[in-house]
């Protein structure tokens, strides 16, 4: 390990209609040393009143992943896309040369929660796209982002890959980083590394070459990003 973010250290912003919670530096939340992990930017924990969100607004190039963790999010965008992003789908918009778009509570009576992350691209100036679609667990760890589309995932330009990692209590995985960095996000539930205990809202970051052994204390899902060296 060679990076850990503790939940109740994340930056914190209330506007009444939305609560974010912001693992690295965002907005008006400034931290010299939460700036990102290698291409990871952003990941901000968002909580959306009902019929609340985000007016329209532009982007350009950076990858911009959307992952519903209850609720249902509404999309529109310049490029004439409108969709509905439901809990337990995944949503990546590449900003390429630019878009405008906003980002809806589906709801006029629940809250919506998702996780919002930005990637820097390693191609700029793109024409840019829409993906959505529903993530189907497969054994412990899921696919769900790679820059080839493999195993149905959606395709991201950057060489890196985001995975879905689900366990049951007391049940462990290794994860390996090879010549990488891996980053990992808990959604929900507890682990341990080593002697290390680990909840909801905390991330770890680990070192090239590393061999990580993770024992699930409940229930867990979590976010594994596999990336580039920098």
């Known amino acids: 390990m060679f990076y850990i973010r503790k ?6 912003a209330n506007f ?4 974010s919670l ?24 968002d909580f959306v009143a009902p019929a609340q969100g985000f007016d329209t607004h532009g982007h350009r190039d950076m990858e911009i992943i959307s992952y519903v963790t209850s609720g249902a999010l509404k ?3 310049s490029r004439g896309n409108e969709h509905i992003v439901a809990h337990g ?12 778009h906003s980002e809806y509570n589906a709801s006029h009576t629940e809250p919506v929660s998702f996780l919002q992350i930005w990637i820097k691209p ?15 667990q497969k054994g412990a760890l899921t696919l769900l982002v790679s820059p080839s589309g493999q195993d149905n995932s959606l395709m991201i330009k950057q060489d ?11 049940e ?41 052994n993770i024992l699930a204390t409940g229930t867990l899902e979590a976010l594994w990003f596999d990336l580039p060296l920098e």
């Open 7 to 12: 939940s109740e250290q994340r930056g914190k």
């Open 16 to 19: 009444g209609w939305l609560q």
């Open 22 to 45: 912001h693992s690295f530096s965002f907005g008006r939340y400034y931290d010299a040393s939460h700036m990102g992990i290698s291409v990871l930017r952003v990941i901000n924990d």
């Open 75 to 77: 999309h529109k965008d």
């Open 89 to 100: 789908e995944i949503q990546l918009m590449s900003a390429g040369s630019g878009i405008q």
């Open 122 to 136: 390693n191609v700029l100036g793109q024409v840019p796209s829409y993906q959505q679609q529903q993530v189907i």
């Open 160 to 170: 890196m890959t985001l995975s879905r990692l689900v366990l049951v209590d007391k």
């Open 172 to 212: 462990e995985i290794e994860l390996n980083t090879a010549n990488r960095l891996g980053y990992l996000h808990i959604i929900s539930g507890s682990l341990n590394i080593d002697t290390n205990q680990f909840v909801a809202g905390d991330a770890i970051g680990f070192n090239p070459n590393q061999s990580i």
